[in-house]
């Protein structure tokens, strides 16, 4: 693989833990390997916002305490974990990779930050973003890009392409990041990693910075599906905090790791595999083989309705955007450009603190919300929304899961995109219907694509059916080509 210095083996995450519980590797010790690889090579690919390393010190010394004095340290004891950066941290800055949030601390933390260190995960930094999570690339941060670690010329995908770089270059085996259209799943195939978008409610939102929130879901990213279903477990799981929160407890994938797909009901989106270039298509090809192989039942779908989806949540997410960032008005949070009166200061703080992109989506999201226009475009857009659902619903009362590319594509060169917004957003187009629909969602490094660059498959299941997506997936994972993701060392699933 090109770049391969930089792509480091990284124990899994449930090995460390394992290890870490039984007393034979201190936490301390895996956090110190952790920081000094961050420390040599972040400078170059730019995955983290902010390191905070002596705040996981204090953490990891305090789980050592725990192993030692036989208190129970928790199921991921000591695994290192990085943050994207639009997860609310207790005193810690929390910036979406904007300059409209500069200097600003949150008083608390967002549940999943507070359920990882109940776990004994030991959150390592925050890592970068693409603004407000309105990307595919994490170049429209206003901190400069990441950059992705099989290719230091390539994106790694965003929104959340820090964390799934973080996870790549071998930095920390877990991350979380938040998919609104494709923001997990789109940056883990261009890096080779697993990223999950679990059903919308199962994981709390509660510290989430709303981006779309009727979309918002956080996730997932791991070396290997057994550790995204570790991390989910603990993640998952109702919070009072959170209205959407589902009155559930948090799917437990790990127990169906082994149970195969046989008999398994996998339909092929047929209609993603047209305009996917030939590695992205291939790679689908060759999975449904192996899933076939192993038992399942696959067959092509169309499903034509889906390919509106991206129209559609072009309209949806701005409109919700323009709502959610109307509470950045220069007093309440971060950064303020004073101004004559309340509104100039209003105005300049909006100016000087967003970015382009930002300022695009609030434009389009206010325009589409007008009075006028509110029926032609927000309406019309709600009821595609309803008519990708219904034909999602057509599909599962045939299959169990569905497959289809994750990207239309491998990692691109960076600034390949930043030109023209329409081609950015294309990247998006077979993972968004699933997040209209509120459905999970995950990819699985499969296969090395275009410029020895991996590939992902994604997976898709109905509401709530993480149990059958996590077969498919860990299948797909046993079937793949070893060198597609990101290298793992120190434990099996
Ligand atoms: N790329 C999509 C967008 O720009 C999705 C982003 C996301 O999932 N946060 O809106």
């Given amino acids: ?163 799934a770089a973080a996870v790549a270059a071998g930095f920390v085996p877990l991350a979380l990041g938040s998919d609104t259209g494709g923001s997990i799943r789109q940056p883990a195939a261009l890096c080779g990693v697993v990223g999950v978008k679990p059903t919308y409610g199962v994981v709390s939102r509660y510290g989430l910075v709303a981006f779309a929130s009727s979309l918002d879901q956080i996730g997932p990213f791991a070396t290997t599906v057994g550790d995204a279903a570790a991390l989910l477990e603990v993640i998952g799981g109702h919070d009072a905090m959170d209205s959407t929160s589902l009155a559930l407890s948090a799917p437990r994938c790990s127990e169906v790791l082994d149970d195969g797909v046989e008999g398994l009901r996998v339909g092929v989106i047929a209609d993603f595999l047209d305009d996917a270039s030939l590695d992205c298509a291939g790679a689908v090809r060759a999975a449904a083989e192996v899933l076939a192989a192993a038992g399942a039942k696959v067959e092509d779908v169309a499903i034509p309705e889906l390919l509106h989806g991206l129209s559609a949540y072009y309209l949806i997410a701005p409109a919700e955007a323009s709502s959610n960032l109307a509470r950045y008005d220069g007093v309440r949070f971060g950064l303020r450009v004073d101004g004559p009166d309340v509104e100039a200061m209003n105005a300049r703080t909006r100016a000087a603190g967003f970015g382009p992109e930002v300022k695009r989506r609030i434009m389009l999201g206010t325009y589409v919300l007008s009075a006028g226009y509110y029926d032609a475009y927000y309406g019309q857009a709600q009821r595609v929304r309803t008519l990708v659902a219904r034909a999602f619903a057509r599909a599962y009362g045939q299959f169990d899961v569905l497959l289809a590319p994750t990207t239309p594509s491998v990692a691109f060169p960076i600034g390949a995109k930043t030109a023209d917004p329409l081609e950015m957003y294309l990247a998006d187009l077979y993972t968004i219907p699933s997040n209209l629909a509120g459905h999970p969602a995950m990819s699985v490094p499969f296969a090395l694509g275009d410029s020895g660059l991996p590939v992902g498959v994604q997976v898709l299941a109905p509401a709530l059916g993480e149990r059958e997506m996590f077969r498919a997936a860990a299948v797909l994972e046993a079937g793949a080509a070893p060198e597609a993701r990101a290298p793992v060392t120190g434990g099996a699933r």
């Fill in 1 to 163: 693989m090109s770049g391969s210095a930089d792509v480091a083996p990284v124990a899994s995450a449930r090995a460390l833990a394992a290890r870490v519980r039984a007393g034979e590797l201190s936490a301390v010790e895996v956090l110190e390997s952790a920081l000094g690889e961050i420390e040599r090579r972040d400078g170059e690919l730019h995955c983290f916002n902010l390191v905070t390393a002596d705040r996981a010190r204090s953490a990891a010394a305090e789980i050592d305490r725990k192993v030692a004095a036989g208190e129970d340290p928790g199921p991921l004891a000591g695994v290192p974990v990085a943050l994207k950066d639009n997860l609310c941290t207790r005193d810690v800055p929390t910036t979406c990779s904007s300059r409209i949030l500069e200097g600003w601390k949150p008083p608390y933390d967002a549940t999943v930050v507070g359920r990882l260190a109940a776990a004994g995960a030991v959150s390592v930094g925050k890592t970068n973003l693409d603004e407000f999570a309105m990307g595919s690339s994490t170049e429209s941060s206003a901190f400069g890009p990441t950059r992705n670690p099989w290719d230091l010329g390539r994106v790694p995908g965003g929104s959340s392409g820090g964390s």
